[in-house]
């Protein structure tokens, strides 16, 4: 998609600090981190978000949820826990509108969130 910021990043038009990339993901710390450890998991093809995820997509949440277990056994805090989140519209907080899932450890988090 031409004007967004996610596709961009994939592409390389605009930089992104990567930690993580295959064939179907792309992961990179978040610019403005709510943990210690914040990376973001995108899917490489443009899907705007969980909503709108059909039924030939269930491959890319795979990918993004094996990514981030791999993410957070490398990263030295998945025996210690961490959080998954997907915004999704305004009220749920996502704010670009390409589906990425956040990936948060480092620290211990409260219930309930926000």
């Given at each position: 998609m031409e004007d967004c910021l996610f596709c961009k990043i994939i592409a390389g038009e605009i930089p992104g600090n990567k930690v993580y990339e295959d064939d179907m993901v792309y992961a990179f710390y978040d610019i403005?981190?709510?943990?210690?450890?914040?990376?973001?998991?995108?899917?490489?093809?443009?899907?705007k978000s969980i909503l709108e995820v059909g039924e030939g997509d269930f491959c890319y949440i795979e990918a993004m949820i094996k990514a981030a277990q791999?993410?957070?056994?490398?990263?030295?805090?998945?025996?210690?826990?961490?959080?998954l989140v997907f915004n999704t519209g305004a009220n749920g907080g996502q704010t670009v509108h390409h589906l990425h899932l956040h990936l948060l450890g480092g620290r211990e988090f409260g219930w309930p969130p926000g």
């Open positions: 403005d981190p709510k943990a210690p450890e914040h990376i973001l998991i995108i899917p490489k093809k443009h899907i791999k993410l957070a056994a490398e990263k030295g805090f998945a025996q210690d826990g961490f959080r």
